[in-house]
């Protein structure tokens, strides 16, 4: 990948850049090269210049993510401070893609705009996006209106929401595609009521979840179509902490990956995890769960790299 160097850029260009200090579960190896685009100029430019074999991956700031221990190959791009602005005009948020979720809630309800929901969402826009990240009983489906997209070969495009196919955690962006910023319409509401709700929500959080350990939000989806029983049944949908605490795992240890005693639907680095230890601990619980009550549990964390050969 010797070519890579030679592309010019006027932001960042790491090669070898040790992953474990960029995401939340402070795990992970390194990436071949980190791409940190100084303007939405610079990373089309990077990406167009960029030889198409070579694979990229966009990466937030590693709130919901397993870096596996061997690193991953290619290009990360994270984008910096500069796409982390966030404007309101009239009904409309348009935050970029760097800008953490509470960032944009906060700045949302400061000019009485309600993307509440966002506030305790660990993560920033890009990754909200993608992940039709949601809590509450809303989505970013329910509240975006576009997205604006740097393409694999280097284009700019903006996309409504209705071509990004939204689903329970997940959406259709095209392959390779970088966010670098979305605007949401948000229903109007009360500044000072708006900050009281999204205390009383930062205060639940901070009493049900493990908010101070090294985690990387919820480890699996909630199973919808299940009764409590395991028998398919699309009128129920339970909690993913429900079925892998009623199978005995809740505080469940693999070297130095826990499942939280607190939330056992978090995994927890306990201070000296790899990779595959909260992998493997995440694996082992879907194993159990799955003998005890026949659901299969989902991944809502995203796992890349490649393991330690």
């Known amino acids: 990948m010797g070519a890579i160097s030679d592309i010019p850029v ?5 090669e070898g850049y040790h992953l474990s200090g960029v995401t939340w579960l402070r795990v992970g190896g ?3 090269w980190l791409f940190m685009p100084k303007y939405a100029e610079d990373l089309s430019e990077f990406l167009a210049a960029l030889p198409a074999e070579v ?12 870096v596996r221990d061997g690193g991953v190959r290619g290009v990360v791009i994270r984008l910096s401070r500069a796409f982390a602005e966030v404007r309101v005009e009239g009904d409309l948020v348009i935050a970029g893609a760097a800008a953490l979720d509470a960032q944009v809630a906060k700045a949302a309800a400061e000019a009485g705009r309600d993307l509440t929901f966002l506030r305790t969402i660990p993560g920033a826009i890009g990754g909200a996006v993608r992940m039709n990240a949601g809590c509450y009983g809303s989505y970013v489906a329910d509240h975006l209106v576009s997205v604006e997209v740097v393409l694999r070969d280097g284009t700019r495009e903006t996309l409504a929401a209705d071509r990004l196919d939204f689903a329970y955690r997940s959406s259709a962006l095209p392959k390779g595609a970088v966010i670098i910023s979305a605007t949401f319409r948000a229903q109007s509401g009360d ?54 605490d009623a199978a005995g795992l809740r505080g469940a240890t693999r070297g130095g990956a826990q499942m939280s ?49």
């Open 10 to 14: 006027r932001g960042r260009l790491v």
């Open 30 to 32: 390194p990436a071949d």
């Open 55 to 66: 694979p990229t991956f966009a990466m937030g700031v590693g709130s919901n993510l397993i």
């Open 191 to 244: 500044p000072i009521e708006l900050a009281a709700r999204m205390d009383d929500q930062l205060a639940i959080r901070d009493e049900t979840q493990p908010t101070k350990e090294l985690t990387a939000g919820s480890t699996f989806r909630n199973p919808a179509g299940y009764s409590s029983t395991g028998q398919a049944d699309d009128t129920h949908e339970l909690k993913a902490w429900s079925v892998i």
């Open 261 to 309: 005693p607190k939330h056992p639907n978090f995994l927890v680095n306990t201070g000296d995890a790899t990779a595959r230890d909260l992998e493997g601990l995440g694996e082992e619980v879907r194993e159990r769960v799955f003998q005890h009550s026949g659901i299969r549990l989902e991944w809502e964390i995203m796992r890349v790299g490649e393991p330690t050969p």
